[in-house]
């Protein structure tokens, strides 16, 4: 019976680990903590961050940034905000901090990446486009040699 109410516990964890998730997903944008995601599912900022790590592979706010760089990928393909706006649009309040993490993460700067970066997929699912163009960050682009 034990290992019953393992499972029950287990699916139960999960259901908590995927709300984080969805709320992550709808208010990327808004000022959001591990602390309070986790007072949100009735954990501790660690328990929730072994929990969603296990589940997704990383930690929330890892989970939570890479949401937001997709996101800003997203407005720079569109083309019709500045880098500025997307940087406050996606939840950050720095444009200099915008700008060094999408650089770790994309390899390039948000204005380059608007220039160079891949065009707007269209006629494609919109998970296919999701997923084509979804930002890695478990494994960052290494940093440019200035030759």
């Known amino acids: 019976m034990a290992s019953q109410d393992r499972a029950v516990q287990r699916i139960r964890d999960l259901e908590r680990v995927r709300c984080v998730r969805d709320r992550i997903d709808r208010d990327y944008a808004k000022p959001l903590d591990v602390e309070a995601l986790a007072r949100g ?4 900022a660690g328990h929730l ?3 969603f790590r296990a589940a997704y592979g ?9 949401r937001r760089i997709e996101r800003a990928m997203t407005l720079l ?4 905000l500045s880098v500025t706006e997307i ?8 444009l200099g901090t ?12 948000p204005g ?4 160079e970066g891949i065009p707007p997929l269209t006629g494609l699912p ?12 478990n494994r960052e682009v290494p940093p440019q040699s200035q030759d």
């Open 41 to 44: 599912v009735g954990y501790s």
């Open 49 to 51: 961050s072994r929990e």
């Open 58 to 66: 990383e930690s929330p706010y890892s989970y939570l940034m890479t």
């Open 77 to 80: 393909r569109r083309g019709d």
């Open 87 to 94: 940087c406050f649009a996606v939840g950050y309040g720095s």
């Open 98 to 109: 915008f700008t060094t993490r999408f650089t770790e993460v994309v390899g390039m700067p």
């Open 112 to 115: 380059r990446y608007r220039r």
């Open 126 to 137: 919109g998970f296919i486009t999701m997923r084509a163009t979804k930002p890695i960050r």
